[in-house]
């Protein structure tokens, strides 16, 4: 095993210091066009949790322009970046290797989280809120998507 075989694991928590909900948002986006996972991933195969994940992940990009959205490293958003990192960052991980796959996401996910923010921050200065998270929003979501994208492949059949 090497280290670059988790690369998508922390690449994704990545995703998660900037968008807690979108990891699984993607992550469900590929189950629902029948992609395949490396690491075994039970929870978003059942229909409850793969489409109320991909609501969240739409919610959450809604409410993040809200002036009363709270920072990303308060207590129940790092709370929410640590489940939403180690349950994709596990999926994207080796078979076999999903713990340590979540907690590589989950070590990038939250100090990136604070990082992210200071960037955040800085960019709501020069461009204001609304366009500062559009322009972030573009960024991650693409970002997910081109992750769990080339870490999945389609399910034999």
Do not use: H, N, W
Request: net charge positive.
């Amino acid at each position: 095993m090497k280290i670059t075989d988790f690369v998508y694991s922390a690449l994704i928590g990545l995703v998660a210091s900037c968008r807690s909900m979108t990891p699984m948002a993607a992550i469900a986006a590929a189950r629902i066009t029948r992609r395949d996972t490396p690491g075994s991933l039970l929870l978003l195969d059942r229909p409850l949790f793969k489409y109320g994940a991909l609501a969240m992940g739409a919610g959450e990009l809604f409410g993040d322009k809200m002036k009363s959205a709270p920072d990303r490293t308060v207590f129940l958003g790092l709370s929410a970046r640590v489940a939403s990192a180690g349950i994709a960052g596990a999926a994207l991980a080796p078979g076999g290797k999903e713990k340590t796959g979540a907690a590589i996401a989950i070590s990038a996910a939250v100090p990136l989280a604070y990082v992210t923010l200071a960037a955040r921050k800085k960019a709501m200065v020069e461009v204001g809120q609304t366009r500062s998270g559009l322009i972030e929003d573009t960024l991650i979501v693409a970002i997910g998507a081109a992750v769990v994208f080339f870490a999945t492949r389609p399910k034999r059949i």
